[in-house]
């Protein structure tokens, strides 16, 4: 199993440039979620979504950040026009979770990150 | 809304010692407490993890102890070595609502050997 997937990397880019940052999930997982990470503000859960529908985006900063998920095995996370203050570290996870309570472990497998610095 | 609280936000300790880091939440319906630990460059991994059924789990030298009733909980790190220097995050979730992780605000944890 490759784990999560992200792409890019890292990325570098000027401000007011889109960025879109990817994201494969596990296979077989039905949740999946986007989160910050900086000094500052620590671990911020932006999206999730389940099943591949948005559940909750109320972690989401404003209208220059929106996130899609198309099918079970792809995610991207957008940001237009890009700002220096989202330079992050942007995590995706995924996992298996089911409302009946002996299912699944809850656990969220993170994937590398992608490290964005907006300039 | 569910809020997690994390202290202390920095720990050293000399190696061989013990580490504590404590976590309190303020929703009472909260069942699901994971312990995540992050090496500097590297993703969350998940350490281990309780649930509101059971008052604490151990796993080798990493044990995790739930106070329902104060609704606290606390990360138990025996025999500190080297390696478990990294920060490590509590959260708490619901599973049976939205299943979103509330996560704390980290804990620095430096081991000196």
């Known amino acids: 199993d490759a784990g999560v997937i992200q792409s890019p990397r890292h990325e570098v880019t000027e401000m007011g440039q889109e960025v879109t940052l990817r994201c494969k999930p596990i296979?077989?997982?039905?949740?999946l979620f986007w989160y910050r990470q900086t000094m500052m503000r620590g671990l911020e859960l932006l999206i999730y979504?389940?099943?591949?529908?948005?559940?909750?985006d109320s972690g989401m900063p404003e209208d220059r950040f929106s996130a899609k998920m198309p099918n079970a095995s792809f995610s991207t996370l957008k940001i237009q026009p890009s700002e220096p203050r989202d330079s992050a570290v942007y995590f995706c996870?995924?996992?298996?979770?089911?409302?009946?309570?002996?299912?699944?472990?809850?656990?969220?497998?993170f994937g590398p990150g992608t490290r964005l610095t907006v300039t | 809304g569910e809020n997690v609280e994390q202290h202390p936000s920095t720990l050293s300790v000399q190696e061989g010692d013990s580490a504590v880091i404590k976590c309190t939440y303020s929703d009472s319906a909260s069942n699901y407490f994971p312990w995540y630990k992050q090496e500097l460059g590297k993703r969350p991994q998940l350490i281990i993890d309780i649930r509101s059924n059971v008052g604490e789990k151990k796993d080798q030298r990493i044990a995790v102890t739930l106070n329902k009733t104060a609704k606290h909980f606390s990360l138990h790190i025996t025999e500190t070595q080297p390696e478990d220097s990294a920060v490590y995050f509590c959260a708490a979730t619901i599973t049976s609502g939205t299943y979103k992780y509330i996560f704390g605000t980290g804990t620095r944890l430096k081991v000196l050997a």
């Open positions: 296979s077989g997982h039905n949740s």
């Open positions: 979504f389940n099943n591949n529908v948005p559940i909750d």
């Open positions: 996870a995924s996992s298996f979770w089911t409302r009946l309570l002996d299912r699944g472990t809850y656990e969220q497998y």
